[in-house]
């Protein structure tokens, strides 16, 4: 399956790593590393992921990094990497209402 990244999804790694950064530039680099990495394996198994419970969507998912939260939904033969946020917060569909395909869903 073909992944891509939402621009919601590009602009919140770019917002964590600059958070990270503002201590430690190099933690920075290597946690938006990390979290692009794992975002990877769901193109191959899209269904390993759990079912994002407040959405309750079978097609929008969710795998973990630590206290990330990466959000994808399945989308033909594709993977659409929504939004990636820390998992303490709830992700309510009003979170992913800004991208088209979200929209749509």
Do not use: C, N
């Not at 680099?29 to 994002?52: C, E, F, Y």
């Not at 097609?59 to 929504?82: D, P, Q, S, T, W």
């Amino acid at each position: 399956m073909k992944l891509r990244w939402a621009a919601r999804a590009r602009s919140d790694i770019k917002e964590i790593g600059r958070f990270i950064a503002r201590d430690r530039p190099a933690a920075a680099r290597g946690w938006v590393a990390r979290l692009q990495d794992r975002a990877r394996p769901a193109a191959r198994t899209p269904r390993a992921g759990r079912v994002v419970p407040e959405i309750g969507d079978p097609e929008v998912r969710e795998v973990l990094v630590e206290h990330y939260r990466i959000v994808y939904r399945i989308r033909g033969k594709a993977i659409e990497i929504l939004t990636v946020f820390e998992g303490h917060r709830l992700l309510r569909r009003t979170d992913l209402a800004g991208d088209d395909s979200a929209a749509r869903g």
